[in-house]
């Protein structure tokens, strides 16, 4: 099968939810046998050129990368605001010189399907059914507009408001997308089901996003126990949120019971106004770090004190992966069938995640099984090759 993945942004590094999502499926697509492209916009925040991308990353799709600069700029932003209805978060990614790049491709290259990661792609979709035959995919990583409907809630004053006005113009923009593609793959269960509810119709595969074993490999020789973690994008707002609230509500008690512990945070382009906030007793910010996978393996206790955002924390997939024991919210564990006390803990409110925490320290026994149920888990639920491969089979029963 001929696949083309289309990106607001280039899957490389895969230093994020979006690009992990996007080159575990890429990965299992080529080890099945399947041919690859990957058209990307290649935007000023995440620039990257062909030559940084590794050979071995290169076997596993054909990379197209087009030049759409997508920046965030005041002035542009006031003007969307006072006179379009449109959510300035797509209209970035709305460019005529990708337009004509992918009506290039489709020209020149036939395609079995048009994959499109992610909701600020689907735009496009009118360019594909001019020039393609391929069935049109919206592979939907997460509801967007209920990312902004819950940081809204999150938030207060002037900026409270205009996430208000950005909530409801995306969830215009996002059901009026619906039934223009051929089919829909939600990266969860719950996605689908409200995917649904809102109006789709069309048929309807979930695909969670997939682990590599060979990739994700436990490993507690240089585990630091009892520790704190978090990791993640720290420019993506959810997880701000998150480690504020941590922060004020949760480890103020959690140092004060234990002053020797240490609360470690790795993540990249953490605005000033964070780091300033981390800079907390016992706090470690370690900013990017250079091996995820390392820096996870040598901690002992994840946290992610989510109370905002959508679709499925791939970072939580991960942790478990290795065999953290996850302290995380409700919000967290959205479209992961965990059992909380078995492979996770979910955790309520800030009571609860202190005593989570606590348990977690004082309770050895509790927390290796916790830590094996989480990679039993894992393994049996979130395989990659099987994942991909039960994707292409649905794509095999639409494809005429």
Request: aromatic share 10%.
């Amino acid at each position: 099968m001929n696949i083309l993945q289309v990106t607001n942004k280039v899957p490389f590094p895969t230093k994020d939810g979006g690009a992990i999502a996007c080159m575990n499926l890429t990965r299992g697509f080529s080890l099945l046998g399947n041919r690859v492209t990957i058209l990307s916009m290649n935007t000023a925040k995440h620039n990257i050129s062909l030559n940084e991308i590794p050979e071995t990353v290169k076997d596993l799709a054909k990379f197209i990368l087009e030049d759409v600069p997508a920046n965030i700029l005041v002035i542009p932003a006031i003007w969307n605001l006072l006179f379009s209805q449109k959510p300035y978060n797509a209209v970035r990614f709305i460019s005529t010189s990708f337009k004509t790049r992918l009506q290039t491709l489709l020209t020149e290259k036939q395609f079995d399907i048009v994959q499109l990661e992610g909701l600020y792609v689907c735009p496009y979709i009118p360019v594909i059914r001019k020039y393609s035959k391929a069935k049109i995919v919206y592979r939907a990583h997460n509801i967007e507009h209920e990312i902004w409907d819950r940081t809204a809630l999150n938030s207060k004053g002037i900026v409270k408001w205009y996430l208000k006005i950005l909530a409801k113009r995306i969830k215009i923009f996002e059901t009026g997308l619906l039934n223009k593609y051929d089919l829909i793959v939600p990266i969860t269960k719950r996605d689908g089901t409200i995917l649904n509810n809102l109006g789709n119709t069309k048929p309807c595969h979930v695909s969670q996003t997939g682990i590599d074993s060979s990739v994700l490999i436990p490993n507690a020789k240089n585990l630091e126990h009892p520790s704190l973690f978090h990791i993640g994008s720290l420019e993506w707002t959810p997880n701000q949120e998150g480690l504020v609230w941590f922060l004020d509500n949760c480890w103020l008690d959690i140092h004060a019971k234990y002053p020797d512990l240490e609360f470690y945070i790795a993540g990249r382009n953490a605005p000033i106004w964070l780091q300033k906030k981390l800079a907390a007793p016992n706090v470690v910010f370690k900013g990017e770090v250079t091996d995820a996978y390392e820096f996870m393996n040598s901690k002992s206790i994840m946290v992610v004190p989510l109370h905002s955002g959508s679709g499925m924390r791939i970072k939580i997939i991960e942790g478990m992966a290795l065999g953290k024991p996850i302290v995380t919210t409700p919000v967290g564990t959205e479209g992961i069938l965990t059992t909380t006390g078995k492979n996770i803990i979910v955790a309520e409110n800030a009571t609860d995640f202190k005593q989570a925490i606590y348990e977690l320290i004082e309770k050895r026994e509790y927390f290796d099984n916790i830590s094996k149920n989480a990679i039993e888990f894992i393994h049996k639920k979130f395989d990659n090759l099987a994942s991909a491969g039960a994707l292409i089979e649905f794509y095999k029963k639409h494809i005429e």
